[in-house]
């Protein structure tokens, strides 16, 4: 139906050691000594094919007859009655209640997508050694509210906006809408345990429901002020609030070089190339900083909460099947447990043997290679000019809305390349949203105003389209998230461009990444000041000049909540 972790999910098992089998029959689910069900995307498309494969009503049967059982994300959704998702459509029922959607009246983005903590309802040894510090990764728009009707179901509780259930268990069967195959260590232990449970016969083991929680920790980060959902349950202590981390994420532009080899690189305002010796015309060779994989596996040993491989490369007319980065993508995720997002390329094309290709296929077939999410750049400028040029209404026809209809918005990122273009004053910017010095910068003329260009083509051609139409407009399209570079900032470490992220931030109510412009570890404390979600480097953790966790130490100081950098365990 359009699960994009799956691979994830399986690379993650098989680490644990165990045999997978996929699932394609329901006559399979009576020989299964678990089941486990990922899911990504949208509630209703989720129930469609379960219905057309006719899985519906063994699968609910088996979940009822406490087999073993463990959803994630959509898999814990599809127990319950409905979802707000998809009007109408009903559930697996397997547990009471509707799924609801995320107020964003509350102040906070929405999707959820990053990291938070989980409170303990009740003791089971699919926790076991889980610690309170401990985080794990969300990507949501929609929540299982607290109610007196789960009582005896509900395992943690998260807040965000208001406490809600983010795990389930009652006997073998469990689901969580954390993914424990993107949580690095703590989510391979959660999930290891709970496998470990089922074979041992000790996965249904519990505290009696509710056990009277302990006085919850000291908050070690700055509370947003919780608003309850329902009627709270009729517990001894109130769960214990969690709080939503900021990401620091870890960015490869990945390219052919001139040898056809897959490198890493990085460019100054977006030239890739290394400046010609002695004045030579020549163009200098591809700037190479490393192999992607290898890279990316220092920066997961570091502590980077997310990882995104932006194709910058050509691969313009090679058959789909053969496209280098899906080859990248499989090799990552076999040991890379957070999320990964991947770029460039997500478009319609007719390929080298005139086969045309859809961009949600290319979007599927870098699921089915393990990324989580895909980032859209040109084709979402366009998308926008034709949403508006449509009257502010979709069209039906881009990349984002064929994507987003099939693994959710969350699964969709919008990479956005602005340049300022300077005016002598607001009324020069023809209608654009304007700002006044940003960072203090004037233009090339002393021009005190400008506004944002949104560019295509890797920065090469302007769209008259403004940073914040171009961000307004995907989002109502059913983006997800936003990745917000800036070619002024670009490569010179005089930190991100705080006036544009905080304009940008201000007009969405879905997630921010803030990039370009990182030099050192309080350009990443500033940046978070705007609200943004997440912060992304590139050249800075490439050339070692700064570590993911020095980063995530300053921020710590600074009282920004941050996912500590994960330490292996260690034995006596």
């Known amino acids: 139906y359009g699960a994009g972790n799956v691979r994830s999910v399986r690379n993650a098992i098989l680490k644990l050691g165990y045999e997978v089998v996929d699932v394609a029959s329901p006559d399979q689910l009576d020989a299964a000594e678990v089941v486990v069900f990922p899911g990504v995307g949208s509630f209703g498309s989720c129930m469609a094919f379960l219905e057309a494969k006719g899985f519906v009503e063994p699968l609910r049967a088996y979940v009822k007859a406490d087999r073993p059982y463990l959803g994630i994300c959509l898999g814990m959704q599809t127990l319950f009655e409905a979802s707000e998702e998809t009007e109408g459509v009903r559930g697996l029922g397997a547990l009471p209640g509707t799924v609801r959607r995320f107020d964003s009246a509350h102040g906070l983005a929405v999707p959820q997508i990053g990291w938070n903590g989980v409170s303990p309802y009740k003791a089971s040894g699919a926790l076991a050694g889980v610690k309170p510090e401990d985080s794990v990764y969300f990507v949501h728009s929609y929540y299982v509210p607290l109610s007196d009707a789960l009582h005896e179901w509900t395992l943690t509780t998260t807040t965000y906006g208001c406490d809600y259930v ?26 290891g345990n709970f496998l470990a449970g089922v074979r041992t016969g000790s996965a249904g083991a519990e505290g009696p429901p509710p056990l009277p929680l302990p006085v919850p920790p000291a908050p070690t980060c700055a509370r947003r002020r919780v608003v309850a959902c329902l009627a709270p349950l009729p517990l001894p202590a109130p769960p214990a609030p969690t709080c939503a981390r900021r990401r620091v994420v870890a960015c490869l532009d990945v390219r052919s070089n001139d040898d056809g080899d897959l490198v890493v690189t990085k460019g100054d305002s977006y030239d890739v190339r290394e400046k010609p010796v002695g004045g030579d015309a020549a163009k200098g060779a591809v700037r190479n900083l490393g192999k992607p994989v290898a890279l990316a596996g220092r920066y997961y040993e570091e502590g980077a909460d997310e990882i995104t491989f932006l194709n910058i490369t050509g691969f313009r007319d090679c058959p789909l099947e053969d496209l280098p980065m899906l080859a990248l993508l499989a090799e990552a995720s076999q040991t890379l447990f957070v999320p990964l997002c991947v770029g460039g390329g997500i478009r319609d094309f007719v390929d080298s043997e ?54 959710g918005r969350q699964a969709v990122v919008i990479s956005v390349d602005p340049r300022r273009v300077w005016v002598a004053d607001k009324e020069g910017a023809e209608g654009h949203a304007v700002l006044e010095r940003p960072q203090g910068a004037t233009g090339p003329n002393g021009e005190a ?28 399209l059913g983006a997800g998230e936003i990745l917000l570079n800036s070619i002024d900032a670009d490569g010179k470490n005089s930190g991100f461009d705080v006036a544009l992220v905080r304009q940008v931030k201000e007009a969405v109510t879905i997630p921010v990444i803030a990039s370009s412009g990182a030099g050192r570890v309080e350009h990443f404390s500033e940046v978070f000041q705007t609200g943004v979600e997440a912060a992304l480097a590139a050249g800075i953790f490439h050339r070692k000049e700064v570590t993911i966790g020095e980063v995530k130490e300053h921020l710590a100081a600074a009282g920004v909540p941050i996912r500590p950098t994960p330490k292996e365990p260690t034995t006596d």
């Not at 890797?458 to 403004?466: A, F, N, P, T, Y």
């Open 166 to 191: 983010s795990a389930v268990q009652k006997g073998r069967v469990m689901a969580a809408q954390f993914h424990p195959e993107k949580s690095s260590r703590v989510g391979l232990a959660v999930l």
């Open 354 to 407: 005139g086969k045309r290709q859809s961009a949600l296929e290319v979007a599927a077939a870098y699921f089915r290679a393990g990324a989580d999410k895909v980032s859209i750049g040109s084709e979402a400028v366009f998308a926008a000019k034709a949403y508006l040029d449509n009257g502010r209404a979709p069209t039906g026809t881009s990349p984002i809305e064929a994507i987003a209809h099939v693994y």
């Open 449 to 476: 105003f400008c506004w944002y260009e949104c560019t295509v083509k890797g920065g090469r051609e302007g769209s008259g389209l403004d940073v914040v139409q171009l961000a307004t407009s995907c989002e109502a």
